[in-house]
């Protein structure tokens, strides 16, 4: 097993894949320079994060303690001057997030998302017996590596259920930092009211996701925030566009303002999967199944004769090791400056 040091000058820096927290963390592709190895390295700048040094503390302990395949791991975390770094496997695909920017702006076959899905609901359901609420379920979070595993991240909103050894069956802390989170939270979480809201907050968001992995588009994009918040309290949620939501002559939904494509109005979205997106997406969190409810539907089913995930996300490419083992010889800026112009500089990577 590779031990994977923290100390940051054996780790060759490759270009960067990405960034977090509001501009204050870079993410690296990079090189373990004794064993090989391909990772990422997330480096926080301290002096620019200041009040949100808990959030990256938690995030750490957090991802530390946690271990299950669908989530994702870091190897190790080390301080470097007025840097926090955290050395994580390369999840090649990057985030779903990603795969829709570039590849799949009008939604992700529907096997893939039942895919993703799925392997959502694996890591959830471990995060909900483990006594705590992910509070950050979207495409951003969701990475996929090079074998086709796809993994939650985003460790750092989540809040733990279980409190002075007590299981609480109502949480009203609202979390730090989460404007970039509004949209696919659930109203009982947004109304920040007495009644307070629980692990199933974290189930409204899959089907949050479910709806942005179909649609291509975040949900309710182009929408104020204040009318979103009054939207979901009234009930309303995002669809699925498929022929049997979208009228030929119309090009407006729930979920916000945009054109809708002829290949949009013509393709149609199984039954089940509209069942799996409406289940999630109930207004009230005690008509939400469980994450384990979820993982029974009949659609999962369907499984046992789906292609492989890296088959049904072609024409998109994971990052190749091959990328890092021929920079030996790249030891200037301009170099480094080609390097950033491939696809690999602009991987959403915010975990």
Wanted: net charge negative; charged share 20%.
């Amino acid at each position: 097993m590779t031990a994977f040091e923290g100390n940051i000058s054996v780790y060759k820096t490759i270009s960067i894949l990405g960034q977090g927290f509001d501009g204050a963390a870079v993410v690296h592709l990079a090189k373990h320079l004794p064993s090989g190895t391909m990772v990422a390295i997330k480096r926080f700048d301290m002096d620019k994060i200041k009040e949100g040094a808990h959030l990256v503390e938690r995030e750490i302990i957090l991802t530390k303690q946690l271990h299950h395949l669908n989530l994702i791991s870091y190897h190790t975390a080390f301080v470097h001057g007025p840097e926090v770094c955290v050395v994580s496997p390369l999840m090649a695909y990057g985030s779903c997030r990603d795969l829709l920017t570039r590849h799949f702006n009008e939604g992700l076959p529907e096997q893939a998302i039942i895919l993703i899905t799925r392997d959502i609901l694996e890591g959830l359901g471990y995060i909900h017996r483990k006594g705590y609420i992910h509070r950050a379920i979207r495409a951003s979070h969701v990475l996929i590596s090079a074998s086709g595993r796809v993994c939650l991240a985003g460790l750092r909103y989540a809040c733990p259920i279980v409190i002075n050894g007590r299981w609480q069956k109502r949480i009203h802390s609202f979390p730090a930092s989460t404007e970039r989170n509004l949209n696919w939270l659930s109203p009982e979480l947004l109304e920040q009211n007495l009644q307070g809201y629980n692990e199933k907050s974290d189930i409204y968001s899959v089907g949050m996701v479910i709806c942005e992995l179909a649609n291509g588009t975040e949900p309710f994009a182009g929408m104020s925030k204040t009318l979103m918040l009054t939207e979901k309290v009234r009930g309303c949620a995002p669809q699925l566009l498929d022929c049997t939501t979208v009228p030929r002559d119309e090009n407006i939904d729930c979920s916000g303002d945009y054109d809708v494509s002829t290949n949009v109005v013509n393709r149609r979205f199984s039954d089940d999967l509209h069942e799996l997106a409406g289940l999630c997406l109930h207004r009230e969190c005690y008509d939400r199944p469980t994450a384990g409810q979820l993982l029974t539907h009949p659609i999962f089913k369907t499984l046992k004769k789906a292609l492989p995930l890296l088959e049904l996300l072609k024409p998109a490419l994971p990052l190749s090791d091959r990328v890092g083992y021929d920079t030996d010889e790249m030891e200037n800026l301009e170099t480094l400056s080609r390097l950033s112009q491939l696809e690999i500089y602009s991987c959403e990577w915010d975990f």
